[in-house]
């Protein structure tokens, strides 16, 4: 009996050499997510690491451009690189303290105060009940609100058992923040240094790395850089119609804003916080100031936000849908954020590159010259 040469696969029958494929395809496939679930194992070891490698970059990537103009006018680079950092770390840090005081002053009396009873939950909801029934809708809110009552103080008293945990937690989640910080400081004062990750390419590829990464720096800049700008600009807006509606404007307005600068994702839920709020102080002027938060909300989720938006990305409408979208199943929140400045990138690149036919022209009049 004649065996076909085992060396040769073209000696063998179609259906050996159909199984033999499928028995390598399968082999291979194995070994590829045996090889992915130890880099995923590594990858999450190491998470607040990487959170904090990135971060840093990213908020090195944010400063870039004003640190630029400063440098730009004649100031040295780190004395710029802190200006920024100084006057962005201000207002956040304000805003967090109020945010912190205007929790506390909107949801103390439920948390801390008596349990209460029906009547004073009726009372709480009596003008938005009035406010329904005056357009025909006629709901008991009663049920609801002490169920949404409830559920607060519950949530407060487990917080409150659980201090020590939750301490622990702000604790550890404090030291990467620490460290991207520093890393965004560092990054920014000597941009220089991002270089040597550059160098880790092939020789010949460092400039186009460095190019890459520097077109990817500029599009996430602008990018996070004007949603920023566009929850300033509704937070103003928010801010005035709470206050018409008798909420707390500020909370509202910090709530409305944070949400409506999460990009891709916030603009759709960015009225809810400070329209529950506005609805919830049941003030005597709720209606107006509900008005304002929505006509407000529409205007920047439809006009500003395109306008904001043009030029940075450069993509279709379908390619923004199809990579937010592929980018929130595969990687979650972050995933849908981050999905359309890396395709934008990417398709940037893509476009900067000359072609190849070009390269080989030039190597070769290159080489004829040598």
């Not at 590159?353 to 040598?370: D, G, H, M, N, Q």
Request: with cysteine; proline share 6%.
């Amino acid at each position: 009996m004649n065996l076909p040469n085992p060396l040769r696969s073209d000696e063998w029958p179609q259906t050996v050499r159909l199984i033999a494929w499928v028995a390598l395809a399968s082999g291979a496939l194995v070994a590829t997510m045996a090889g992915l679930g130890v880099v995923a194992t590594l990858i999450s070891a190491q998470g607040p690491l990487l959170y904090a490698l990135a971060g840093g970059w990213l908020l090195a990537a944010l400063a870039d451009a004003p640190t630029d103009r400063l440098v730009a006018r004649g100031w040295t680079r780190t004395r710029a690189a802190l200006l920024v950092w100084i006057a962005g770390a201000v207002p956040v840090i304000v805003i967090a303290i109020e945010l912190a005081i205007a929790f506390a002053r909107s949801l103390g009396g439920i948390i801390a105060g008596p349990e209460p009873t029906p009547a004073d939950v009726g009372a709480m909801v009596g003008r938005l009940t009035a406010l329904l029934a005056s357009v025909g809708l006629t709901v008991d809110l009663v049920p609801l609100a002490t169920t949404v009552i409830l559920a607060i103080r519950e949530l407060a008293a487990s917080v409150q058992s659980n201090i020590a945990a939750v301490a622990a937690g702000a604790i550890g989640a404090l030291g990467p923040l620490i460290l991207a910080i520093g890393i965004g400081v560092i990054l920014s004062a000597n941009p220089a240094h991002l270089d040597s990750v550059d160098r880790l390419s092939t020789r010949g590829r460092v400039r186009s790395a460095q190019r890459s990464r520097k077109i990817l720096e500029e599009i996430i800049g602008r990018f996070i850089g004007r949603h920023v700008v566009l929850g300033l600009v509704y937070g103003v807006v928010v801010y005035v119609g709470a206050t018409i509606a008798g909420a707390d404007g500020l909370l509202a307005a910090v709530l409305g804003g944070i949400v409506m600068a999460i990009p891709s994702i916030g603009q759709g839920a960015a009225v809810l916080p400070p329209l529950a709020l506005s609805i919830l102080a049941a003030g005597p002027y709720v209606l107006p100031g509900s008005a304002v938060i929505i006509v407000g909300w529409l205007l920047c989720a439809t006009q500003l936000a395109p306008r904001l938006m043009n030029g940075v990305l450069r993509l279709s409408g379908t390619t923004v849908f199809v990579a937010g979208s592929i980018g929130g199943l595969v990687g979650g929140v972050l995933g849908a954020i981050f999905a359309l400045p890396v395709i934008a990138a990417v398709a940037a690149i893509r476009r900067d590159e000359p072609p190849a036919r070009a390269k080989t022209v030039k190597r070769a009049a290159k080489s004829k010259r040598r």
